[in-house]
Protein backbone atom coordinates (compact mmCIF):
# COMPACT_ATOMS: atom_id res chain seq x y z
CA UNK A 1 0.00 0.00 0.00
CA UNK A 2 2.04 2.97 -1.61
CA UNK A 3 5.27 2.14 1.81
CA UNK A 4 2.40 2.85 4.77
CA UNK A 5 2.25 0.17 7.41
CA UNK A 6 -0.81 -0.62 9.00
CA UNK A 7 0.31 1.13 12.03
CA UNK A 8 0.92 4.58 10.17
CA UNK A 9 -2.53 4.10 8.53
CA UNK A 10 -4.12 4.66 11.92
CA UNK A 11 -2.47 7.90 11.94
CA UNK A 12 -4.45 11.01 10.42
CA UNK A 13 -1.05 12.73 10.01
CA UNK A 14 0.25 10.43 7.32
CA UNK A 15 -3.12 9.88 4.96
CA UNK A 16 -3.89 13.66 5.52
CA UNK A 17 -0.15 14.08 3.56
CA UNK A 18 -1.12 11.47 0.99
CA UNK A 19 -4.47 13.68 0.34
CA UNK A 20 -2.44 16.00 -0.10
CA UNK A 21 0.16 14.73 -2.43
CA UNK A 22 -3.16 13.25 -4.54
CA UNK A 23 -2.98 9.55 -3.49
CA UNK A 24 -6.77 9.58 -3.29
CA UNK A 25 -6.75 5.24 -3.82
CA UNK A 26 -4.42 5.23 -1.21
CA UNK A 27 -6.40 7.59 1.10
CA UNK A 28 -9.58 5.68 0.28
CA UNK A 29 -7.93 2.17 1.40
CA UNK A 30 -6.84 3.35 4.50
CA UNK A 31 -10.04 5.16 5.24
CA UNK A 32 -12.11 2.44 3.82
CA UNK A 33 -10.44 0.45 6.96
CA UNK A 34 -11.64 2.04 9.91
CA UNK A 35 -15.16 2.46 8.02
CA UNK A 36 -15.53 -1.01 7.49
CA UNK A 37 -14.30 -2.11 11.07
CA UNK A 38 -17.24 -2.89 13.14
CA UNK A 39 -17.96 -0.81 15.71
CA UNK A 40 -15.30 1.74 15.67
CA UNK A 41 -15.70 4.96 16.19
CA UNK A 42 -14.11 7.11 13.63
CA UNK A 43 -11.80 10.12 14.10
CA UNK A 44 -14.12 12.65 11.85
CA UNK A 45 -11.10 13.81 9.86
CA UNK A 46 -10.83 10.83 8.37
CA UNK A 47 -14.50 9.89 7.81
CA UNK A 48 -14.18 13.64 5.68
CA UNK A 49 -11.27 11.86 4.00
CA UNK A 50 -13.37 8.81 3.55
CA UNK A 51 -16.32 11.18 2.17
CA UNK A 52 -13.64 13.06 0.13
CA UNK A 53 -12.18 9.91 -2.16
CA UNK A 54 -15.05 7.06 -2.22
CA UNK A 55 -16.26 7.30 -5.67
CA UNK A 56 -18.81 4.36 -4.66
CA UNK A 57 -22.14 6.36 -4.68
CA UNK A 58 -23.57 2.67 -2.74
CA UNK A 59 -20.50 2.35 -0.40
CA UNK A 60 -20.96 6.07 0.26
CA UNK A 61 -24.48 6.11 1.27
CA UNK A 62 -23.89 2.89 3.39
CA UNK A 63 -21.10 4.44 5.32
CA UNK A 64 -22.89 7.59 6.04
CA UNK A 65 -25.75 5.37 7.16
CA UNK A 66 -23.42 3.84 9.81
CA UNK A 67 -22.05 6.89 11.42
CA UNK A 68 -24.79 9.03 11.37
CA UNK A 69 -25.66 8.69 14.94
CA UNK A 70 -22.26 8.36 15.73
CA UNK A 71 -20.47 10.47 18.70
CA UNK A 72 -18.81 11.82 15.24
CA UNK A 73 -22.03 14.45 14.96
CA UNK A 74 -20.40 16.57 18.05
CA UNK A 75 -17.64 17.71 15.12
CA UNK A 76 -17.47 20.12 12.80
CA UNK A 77 -15.37 17.87 10.58
CA UNK A 78 -17.86 15.56 10.54
CA UNK A 79 -20.59 18.07 9.65
CA UNK A 80 -18.52 19.67 6.67
CA UNK A 81 -18.22 15.38 5.53
CA UNK A 82 -22.30 15.41 5.38
CA UNK A 83 -22.04 18.77 3.52
CA UNK A 84 -19.49 17.28 0.78
CA UNK A 85 -22.04 14.43 0.99
CA UNK A 86 -25.06 16.56 0.04
CA UNK A 87 -23.40 18.19 -3.04
CA UNK A 88 -22.24 14.39 -4.25
CA UNK A 89 -25.79 14.00 -4.21
CA UNK A 90 -27.21 16.99 -5.78
CA UNK A 91 -24.57 16.14 -8.51
CA UNK A 92 -25.95 12.63 -8.61
CA UNK A 93 -29.52 13.67 -8.76
CA UNK A 94 -30.25 11.44 -5.36
CA UNK A 95 -33.15 14.18 -3.98
CA UNK A 96 -33.96 11.78 -1.24
CA UNK A 97 -30.42 11.55 0.21
CA UNK A 98 -30.50 15.92 0.17
CA UNK A 99 -33.51 15.94 1.90
CA UNK A 100 -32.93 12.84 4.37
CA UNK A 101 -29.22 14.37 5.46
CA UNK A 102 -30.33 18.18 4.62
CA UNK A 103 -32.65 17.64 7.33
CA UNK A 104 -30.80 15.86 9.50
CA UNK A 105 -27.96 18.97 9.14
CA UNK A 106 -30.86 21.47 9.30
CA UNK A 107 -31.95 20.20 12.79
CA UNK A 108 -28.66 19.05 14.07
CA UNK A 109 -26.19 21.51 13.18
CA UNK A 110 -27.43 24.57 12.28
CA UNK A 111 -25.53 26.94 13.53
CA UNK A 112 -22.74 25.44 11.55
CA UNK A 113 -20.54 27.54 8.74
CA UNK A 114 -22.28 25.37 6.22
CA UNK A 115 -25.95 25.30 7.35
CA UNK A 116 -27.50 27.92 5.06
CA UNK A 117 -26.06 26.07 2.24
CA UNK A 118 -27.21 22.65 3.30
CA UNK A 119 -30.43 24.15 4.13
CA UNK A 120 -30.41 25.32 0.12
CA UNK A 121 -29.68 21.61 -0.55
CA UNK A 122 -32.54 20.52 1.60
CA UNK A 123 -35.02 22.42 0.12
CA UNK A 124 -33.80 21.68 -3.47
CA UNK A 125 -34.52 17.94 -2.53
CA UNK A 126 -37.39 18.32 -1.72
CA UNK A 127 -38.50 20.31 -4.25
CA UNK A 128 -37.05 17.76 -6.78
CA UNK A 129 -39.73 15.51 -4.85
CA UNK A 130 -42.33 17.32 -5.04
CA UNK A 131 -42.79 19.04 -1.61
CA UNK A 132 -43.09 22.74 -2.72
CA UNK A 133 -44.48 23.58 0.46
CA UNK A 134 -42.14 22.39 2.83
CA UNK A 135 -39.43 23.56 0.45
CA UNK A 136 -40.74 27.03 0.93
CA UNK A 137 -40.66 27.18 4.00
CA UNK A 138 -36.95 25.98 4.76
CA UNK A 139 -36.46 28.45 1.78
CA UNK A 140 -38.30 31.55 4.29
CA UNK A 141 -35.63 30.20 6.71
CA UNK A 142 -32.84 30.39 4.71
CA UNK A 143 -33.89 34.29 4.00
CA UNK A 144 -34.12 34.66 8.10
CA UNK A 145 -30.27 33.94 8.24
CA UNK A 146 -29.02 36.77 5.65
CA UNK A 147 -28.15 34.39 3.30
CA UNK A 148 -24.77 35.65 0.90
CA UNK A 149 -25.85 37.11 -2.60
CA UNK A 150 -24.97 34.21 -3.79
CA UNK A 151 -27.17 31.93 -1.75
CA UNK A 152 -29.81 34.65 -1.98
CA UNK A 153 -29.53 34.64 -6.01
CA UNK A 154 -30.16 30.62 -5.90
CA UNK A 155 -33.19 30.55 -3.30
CA UNK A 156 -34.76 33.48 -6.03
CA UNK A 157 -34.22 31.01 -8.81
CA UNK A 158 -35.37 27.73 -6.75
CA UNK A 159 -38.51 29.96 -6.18
CA UNK A 160 -39.14 30.48 -9.49
CA UNK A 161 -38.93 26.84 -10.18
CA UNK A 162 -41.07 26.33 -7.32
CA UNK A 163 -44.22 28.35 -9.02
CA UNK A 164 -43.31 27.27 -12.69
CA UNK A 165 -44.39 23.90 -10.69
CA UNK A 166 -47.37 24.84 -8.62
Not at 6 to 28: I, Q
Not at 31 to 60: G, Q
Not at 119 to 142: H, P, R, V, W
Not at 146 to 163: G, V
Request: proline share 2%.
Amino acid sequence: MCGIVYAEERDFKSTWDEYKKGNYDTVLQITNKWIKEANAEVDPRIFYLYIATENDWKKMRSAVSRFQNSKMKSSPIFWNAIYLYLERALVLGDSEQLVQYGKLFFSEASSHPKATEAMFLYAYGLSDLSNQTEAIKILDEIEKRNPSNRLANAILELREEIKAKK
